[in-house]
């Protein structure tokens, strides 16, 4: 199982950014989600995805954040607008679902390394 991240850096406030997660080794017929950890804090599950597109969201990201899935390539995505400082973290993708509630962190068997956030004022 492999799942690779991409798509971090730095940006200032208002601006958007696009995390791609590519993955490997386990069914495209799965939940997904989005993750963040930040300095200090626990990690928080930020947006989910079904294998038949349904999606969930964190209330601090809806309407700003969308999560999204290309079975073929096979990717996850989520892109980012309106960022915030508050946005800033380490964001992970995760499958493998394990059938708890999407958004929670031990829903997931499968992690990536993550890829870092950085917003700016």
């Known amino acids: 199982v492999q799942l690779v991240e991409s798509g971090g850096g730095s940006v200032q406030a208002g601006g958007s950014l696009r995390l791609s997660c590519e993955f490997s080794?386990?069914?495209?017929?799965?939940?997904m989600g989005w993750f963040r950890q930040a300095p200090g804090k626990e990690r928080e599950g930020v947006a989910s995805?079904?294998?038949?597109?349904?999606?969930i969201y964190a209330d601090s990201v809806k309407g700003r954040f969308t999560i999204s899935k290309d079975n073929a390539r096979p990717t996850l995505f989520l892109q980012m607008n309106r960022l915030k400082v508050e946005d800033t973290a380490m964001y992970y993708c995760?499958?493998?679902?394990?059938?708890?509630?999407?958004?929670?962190?031990?829903?997931?068997?499968?992690w990536g390394q993550g890829t870092q956030v950085t917003v700016s004022s």
């Open positions: 995805i079904t294998s038949g597109g349904s999606t």
């Open positions: 995760a499958a493998g679902w394990r059938g708890f509630s999407r958004l929670s962190v031990g829903a997931y068997n499968y």
């Open positions: 080794g386990f069914a495209a017929s799965t939940s």
